[in-house]
């Protein structure tokens, strides 16, 4: 690239464009430690949360949530304050905000099961659901489309399976429909 | 019928920054200066002539200790681009 204020031709523009704009990268795998992160901490809580109540007399067996979910609140916090984005894309910013208003309906849906003595299992497959979907559709990565359809199929499970294995299923559908297609794109060239 | 090009987008790091941002929300100088292949000083000059004509907004913070430079394409510098756009095609019968 030169580096004197010289006028352009028109052709010389266009190419100039043309490079520039091919060169731009899309940086949606350069979130993954935090989407990943969140996958293993939720499905921990939904897995501790089983054993807990399942197979002990343990009091506080619902401890792994708010505990597991504080800590990826710090985490979270503490990795965009040590690395502010080089880049930030339009869809990167969408899709960051996407999982921060779905954060944000995890722990109101949460508030109000509780509140109501309901398990919050199956509507926070919903919103996982969602948000995978939503994110698999707008990547045009087909196993996280396939997640979020999971999530889905999971949550209508949820209600016809004892209360008990609702904690485990999120955990499952977390697992499957989740970690593993994030893991797929962690490694794919999207 | 041609237009005159646009003074402030024809020369090349200058259109190579806009065409950059066009397709970001926000990019860091670091990135600017690799993707556009030039000099921290050149791009520097660029900015801030790209900054007073408004086609780019530049925002000054700190990574840890080190100050941290975002550009960001302003309304204006986006229409300006489309314009710039309009303008070659029609030089090139595009």
């Known amino acids: 690239m030169e580096t004197t204020d010289n006028h352009l031709e028109p052709l010389q523009g266009l190419k100039i464009i043309t490079e520039a704009i091919s060169q731009t990268r899309e940086n949606a795998r350069e979130h993954s430690f935090l989407f990943l992160l969140w996958g293993w901490l939720i499905a921990a809580s939904c897995i501790l949360f089983f054993i807990l109540k399942t197979f002990t007399s343990f009091k506080l067996f619902f401890l792994p949530f708010p505990v597991l979910v504080a800590t990826g609140i710090f985490l979270s916090f503490r990795h965009y304050q040590s690395r502010p984005g080089a880049v930030q894309t339009y869809l990167g910013f969408y899709l960051k905000n996407l999982w921060l208003v779905l954060g944000i309906s995890f722990m109101v849906s949460v508030l109000i099961n509780v509140l109501q003595h309901n398990q919050p299992f199956t509507s926070n497959m919903l919103i996982g ?31 016809f399976v004892p209360e008990q294995y609702a904690p485990l299923l999120l955990g499952v559908a977390v697992l499957t429909g989740y970690l593993a297609p994030g893991y797929l794109l962690k490694k794919s060239t999207v | 019928m041609f237009n005159d090009l646009d003074p402030v987008l024809n020369t090349p790091v200058r259109l190579a920054i806009v065409s950059v941002l066009i397709k970001l929300k926000q990019a860091d100088f670091a990135y600017l200066m690799e993707t556009t292949n030039t000099t921290q000083g050149n791009l520097s000059h660029q900015i801030k002539k790209l900054s007073e004509a408004a086609y780019i907004e530049v925002i000054k913070t700190y990574k840890g200790n080190y100050p941290h430079t975002i550009c960001k394409l302003t309304a204006k510098g986006r229409k300006a681009f489309e314009q710039y756009v309009d303008d070659i095609k029609k030089y090139l019968h595009l």
């Open chain 1, 129 to 159: 659901g969602a948000g995978t979907l939503v994110t698999g559709l707008v990547l045009r990565f087909r196993p996280l489309i396939s997640g979020g359809v999971l999530f889905f199929i999971l949550a209508v499970t949820s209600i």
